[in-house]
């Protein structure tokens, strides 16, 4: 079996690939030609473990993850995990990384693609709600599918945006990072809105003027009782898109509006099923909401291009040799 490492990491993953990578787990989406069984949850007070296997007819893996939103306070990276591949056919493990690292690669490159196909092509800014690992990665891959020249991020804590905007200054040339005291400011700035946190309750303003004209691509809410966004962004969307369809049964940010009637359910489209057909969005001023929950098939697709990567590269750590 082949350990791959964060640093073999960083030398594998190329943004775009990844972002191809998580077009095609669309288009396998489409075709129903995989077995995804449902994620487990075990939930605790300090937070939540997740158990995601998946099967394709090439490879098979389980990512195990864990979110626990007060590591932060320890300095602490709040997920936590393990990516594990197996051969499809006999079972044996060939591979085994760094889960957190998968889905920050994974979940970036989804919001990536969201920003591709959902977003006008015109796009030169992005706010950020969130300055964790996943806020980090959306500003990427958010990056690296527009010509974007200015990022506005804001935390609740002051400490926690500095060091990220230093951070994302060793990463991007070109563009100016702003740190913004309130989210309305952000949003007034930005084309496109990026909100990645754990939050129970919306994080941007509830403004219907403020929200009309702009893309969102939320990726914090996976549970019921998680909510980012208001209710007069809903009511002024022209196009809501899903990642999956279990992206309405898990996420409050989708029961939450079509329960209360902010959105009509029935207008919900899922991304995976109208991805191939889907064209951008012109230079007219549309509102849009692409929101992720994420999916083990995106993960294991992931996982079986950068082991294939450091197979052809040499990269890895053999184990039990």
């Known amino acids: 079996m082949l350990y791959i490492s964060n640093k073999d990491l960083e030398k594998i993953v190329v943004l775009d690939d990844i972002m191809d990578c998580i077009e ?5 989406y489409k075709s129903k030609n995989f077995q995804m069984p449902d994620r487990m949850h075990v939930d605790r007070k300090e937070g939540t473990i ?20 007060d590591n932060i306070n320890n300095g602490i990276s709040s ?30 490159a989804v919001g990536g693609v969201g920003v591709r196909h959902t977003t006008r092509e015109n796009c030169t800014s992005v706010g950020l709600v969130g300055t964790g690992v996943q806020g980090f990665y959306q500003v990427l891959y958010a990056c690296q599918a527009r ?4 990022v506005y991020i804001f935390d609740l804590s002051r400490k926690r945006a500095d060091q990220f905007k230093e951070r994302l200054l060793l990463k991007l040339d ?8 309130n989210t309305h400011d952000l ?11 754990p939050s129970e309750s919306p994080v941007l303003p509830d403004d219907k003027e403020l929200l009309k004209g702009k893309h969102v691509i939320a990726i914090g809410s996976y549970k019921l009782a ?56 012109g230079s007219e001023t549309r509102t849009t909401l692409f929101k992720s929950v994420g999916m083990s098939l995106f993960d294991l697709l992931v996982a079986e291009v950068i082991y294939n990567k450091a197979v052809e590269k040499g990269l890895g750590q053999k184990l039990g040799e």
């Not at 095609?24 to 396998?28: D, H, L, S």
């Not at 098979?60 to 864990?66: C, E, F, L, M």
């Not at 496109?192 to 946190?197: E, M, V, Y």
């Not at 809501?240 to 009509?264: C, H, K, M, Q």
Request: overall charge negative; hydrophobic content about 40%; some cysteine.
């Open 50 to 69: 997740l158990y995601m296997p998946c099967f394709t007819e090439t490879v098979s893996g389980t990512k195990i993850v864990s979110t626990f939103p």
């Open 226 to 281: 998680m909510r980012e966004l208001p209710q007069s962004l809903y009511e002024v969307l022209d196009d809501l898109y899903i990642d999956t369809e279990f992206a309405a049964e898990e996420s409050g940010d989708i029961i939450v509006p079509v329960r209360e009637g902010w959105f009509n359910g029935e207008r919900i489209k899922v991304f995976g099923q109208v991805f191939s057909e889907l064209k951008k969005p």
């Open 187 to 197: 949003v007034k700035a930005s084309d496109i809105i990026i909100t990645a946190t």
């Open 174 to 181: 070109g563009v100016q990072i702003h740190i913004v005291d």
């Open 147 to 150: 010509a974007i020249k200015h």
């Open 79 to 108: 997920i936590q995990g393990t990516m594990i591949l197996n051969k499809s056919k006999t079972g044996e493990p060939i591979a085994m990384m760094d889960g957190a690292m998968i889905t920050a690669y994974r979940t970036g």
């Open 24 to 28: 095609k787990a669309f288009e396998i």
